[in-house]
Structures are given as C-alpha cells and as structure tokens.
C-alpha cells in the first residue's frame, strides 16, 4: 500500500486528533460514533493522545479506553500522581522521580510503554494502515513540526507522545523527536 501524501482522491473526512492526555482519548468515542454512523474517513493525523486514537483506527482495534490505557500506563508513575494519604510520603516519591530524571533524560521508563504499544501494535507501519494515517511529533533542536508518514507506528506513537521530561526522545531519521503538542496542539500541518 502507498504511503500517505495528502493527495488522495477518496471521499470522506481528514480529521485531525490533538493530544491533551484524558482529552486526547475522548477521540476514542468520536471516532466510534463516526464508525457506527457510516461516514467515511479519508484520512486521519494524530498528535500525542490523538496518535493513540488514529492508529487504533488504523489497526481496527476497539475503539475504547481501558484496553488502549491497560497497555500503555506506567502504574508506578500513576500510583505517584494519583495516591491518596500522606502527602509527606506522595512528595518524597515526587523528588525521588525528579532526581532519577535529573540522572536521566525522563522521568518514565520508556521501555514498558514500548513493550505494552508492541503488545497493540505488533510491527505495523503507518504506510499499512487504512485509513491513511499521519501523525505529528515535534524535532527537539529546531522546534519544527515533523510529519510521519512512513515507518515503524510503535515508534512513531511513542516520539508523538513523548513528553520531554516526563519520557526520552524518540531517535528518528536523524532527529530527537518529542510529543507533537509541543509545537502543534492540533495536527493541522499533518492533516493538510
């Protein structure tokens, strides 16, 4: 199958898929009720949250959150945001984190995400998927906004949501690429 470039005759919608976390992943729904209502997509672009969510729809997995979340959330790094108790204690396990990111260049551990998008994703390429699928991600050094439209999806959903500090870059082509919402909330550049 040909890769995406933006000139495709096949009627139906672009959409764009922004990011925002919790945010991002209400695209699961819209995409579902775009499904089930019949319309024809012609392509999508996603950015961070929004990547997760086009390339559910580009593999024909199930548009829903739990299954997408069980695969891809670092329960560590949740339980540390979301505990409940002693604030004392949640604080400590704050600056632990912090200082393991000033050793290293994030916070999280990239490699249970990548185990858990594998476990979804297994070795699809953007150029497979249908309906055509864009997603943006952001170069470190220049800022630029950088398309991705051909190569591993693994690799390319997790430089789309790799959100600097929190998670390392993503090495691509030459670049250090970080999440798309860095320089572009809402995938327009991708969806053009």
């Known amino acids: 199958m040909a890769a995406f470039d933006g000139s495709t005759t096949q009627p139906g919608l672009i959409l764009a898929l922004s990011g925002g976390g919790v945010r991002g992943f209400a695209h699961l729904g819209a995409l579902r009720a775009i499904r089930e209502a019949g319309l024809p997509i012609a392509g999508v672009a996603g950015s961070s949250a929004g990547a997760y969510a086009a390339a559910n729809l580009g593999l024909d997995l199930p548009l829903e959150v739990e299954p997408l979340m069980s695969h891809v959330i670092d329960r560590q790094l949740a339980d540390l945001f979301m505990a409940?108790?002693?604030?004392?204690?949640?604080?400590?396990?704050?600056?632990?984190?912090?200082?393991?990111?000033?050793?290293?260049?994030?916070?999280?551990?990239?490699?249970?995400?990548?185990?858990g998008l594998l476990e979804l994703y297994g070795s699809a390429r953007?150029?497979?998927?249908?309906?055509?699928?864009?997603?943006?991600?952001?170069?470190?050094?220049?800022?630029?906004?950088?398309?991705?439209?051909?190569?591993?999806?693994?690799?390319?959903?997790?430089?789309?949501?790799?959100?600097?500090?929190?998670?390392?870059?993503?090495?691509?082509?030459?670049?250090?690429?970080?999440?798309?919402?860095?320089?572009?909330k809402v995938p327009v550049t991708a969806a053009r």
């Open 84 to 115: 409940n108790g002693n604030r004392l204690l949640r604080a400590a396990k704050i600056q632990s984190r912090l200082f393991k990111a000033l050793r290293h260049t994030a916070i999280a551990d990239a490699e249970r995400l990548r185990k």
């Open 126 to 184: 953007i150029e497979e998927l249908v309906p055509p699928l864009a997603i943006n991600a952001a170069d470190l050094n220049t800022g630029e906004v950088v398309v991705l439209r051909e190569g591993p999806l693994v690799d390319a959903v997790m430089a789309s949501s790799a959100i600097p500090g929190i998670f390392p870059p993503v090495p691509w082509g030459g670049r250090l690429l970080v999440d798309g919402d860095v320089v572009e």
